[in-house]
């Protein structure tokens, strides 16, 4: 490709083809898109913002921080049910991107887009003084008045996740000079997580009218689940034995039981966390097998005022350090 010669001829050259040519886009050549939502659906409609040296590093791969971007927001579509269609994109150019950085940036956006089923529907192109800022707004559809929320726990309800815990917030403590003793491979595994979340939208998807409440885990488990306990003025106990781990997860904490922390509250997870009702456990266990993806049972909701306490196998409870990340 030829480089990019300035602001337009970027959105036009590397932007204005991720529009699939989506009618209501305009190839980018109008002030805004327009789209129509499908019958007796609601637009579910989210933005997650990533920015250089908080939420990535400055030399981390582009094609990869743009497929994150893009999977951090489509895991929120996923926490409320929804099927994705489109994105808006805002860039902010920090001091260190240059046109072939903007290039394998947009080869990482086509990749995922085709994999998720999604088109850019427009956005903005500005620069800052300093690290690269980059936002994202995701658009899906849910059928009306389904959409998941954080509020429908019930005491008796079970609190089940998606996938393992803990992995991406071990995997960025390899990236920040971390061993733990581990081989290659599952150091590759746990950095990957860290780059790469996966987006649980299908199993988001087939549990409207399942889950009472769900949100997906991208700040930590406790403090996030502590926001489905206010929302739905209840308890949540954990079972810190039943969190689910990878290998690579478990031979770290093995090794070292306090890095549990990271399990709990290292965030960067994207994996669903939600409550069902114990007559929902039989269609859960189909959802599983569909999925392929392992649905662990980790708690309850009990009533009471609202708190996410973690049980040892001796039901005392655990105190930890970190609950989950908070910009400020
Ligand atoms: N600056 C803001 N302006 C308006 N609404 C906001 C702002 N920041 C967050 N929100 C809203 O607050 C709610 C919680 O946002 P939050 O970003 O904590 O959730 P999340 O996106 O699921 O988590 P994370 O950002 O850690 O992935 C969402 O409904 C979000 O739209
Ligand atoms: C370089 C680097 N340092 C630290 C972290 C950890 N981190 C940053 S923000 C966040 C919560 C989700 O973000 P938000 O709440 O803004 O959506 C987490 C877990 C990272 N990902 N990269
Ligand atoms: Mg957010
Ligand atoms: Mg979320
Ligand atoms: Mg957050």
């Excluded at 990236?175 to 939208?201: M, S, T, W």
Aim: charged residues 20%.
């Amino acid at each position: 490709m030829n480089e990019v010669t300035g602001e337009f001829d970027m959105i036009a050259r590397l932007f204005a083809p991720l529009t699939d040519g989506r009618p209501g886009t305009f190839d980018l050549r109008n002030d805004a898109a327009t789209f129509v939502a499908s019958p007796g659906h609601e637009t579910v409609i989210t933005l997650d913002t990533l920015c250089e040296g908080i939420h990535f590093f400055g030399d981390d791969d582009p094609a990869g921080v743009a497929r994150k971007l893009l999977r951090v927001n489509l895991s929120d579509l996923a926490a409320m049910g929804a099927r994705p269609f489109g994105y808006l994109l805002s860039l902010a150019r920090g001091k260190s991107q240059d046109d072939p950085w903007l290039e394998a940036f947009a080869a990482g956006l086509k990749e995922d887009q085709k994999l998720f089923g999604v088109t850019l529907l427009g956005g903005d192109t500005t620069r800052t003084e300093k690290g690269l800022v980059l936002s994202l707004t995701a658009l899906g559809e849910v059928p009306m008045g389904k959409a998941l929320p954080r509020s429908g726990a019930q005491p008796g309800d079970s609190v089940v996740v998606s996938g393992t815990l803990g992995d991406a917030a071990l995997g960025l403590c390899i990236l920040q000079g971390k061993n733990f003793g581990l081989d290659a491979a599952n150091r590759a595994h746990l950095v990957d997580r860290y780059h790469l979340p996966q987006p649980r939208l299908q199993l988001g998807h087939r549990l409207v009218g399942v889950a009472h409440a769900c949100l997906d885990v991208s700040d930590g488990l406790l403090g996030d689940l502590e926001h489905i306990a206010q929302a739905s003025e209840v308890t949540i106990q954990l079972d810190a034995s039943a969190l689910p781990l990878s290998a690579a997860a478990r031979s770290v904490l093995n090794a070292d039981a306090q890095l549990l922390s990271n399990v709990v509250g290292g965030g960067d997870d994207y994996e669903l966390v939600f409550t069902v009702p114990a007559s929902a456990r039989p269609e859960l266990a189909r959802i599983e097998g569909e999925s392929g993806i392992p649905l662990t049972v980790i708690g309850d909701v009990l009533p009471g005022p609202a708190r996410v306490e973690v049980l040892d196998s001796e039901r005392q409870v655990l105190q930890f350090e970190r609950r989950g990340w908070t910009h400020f």
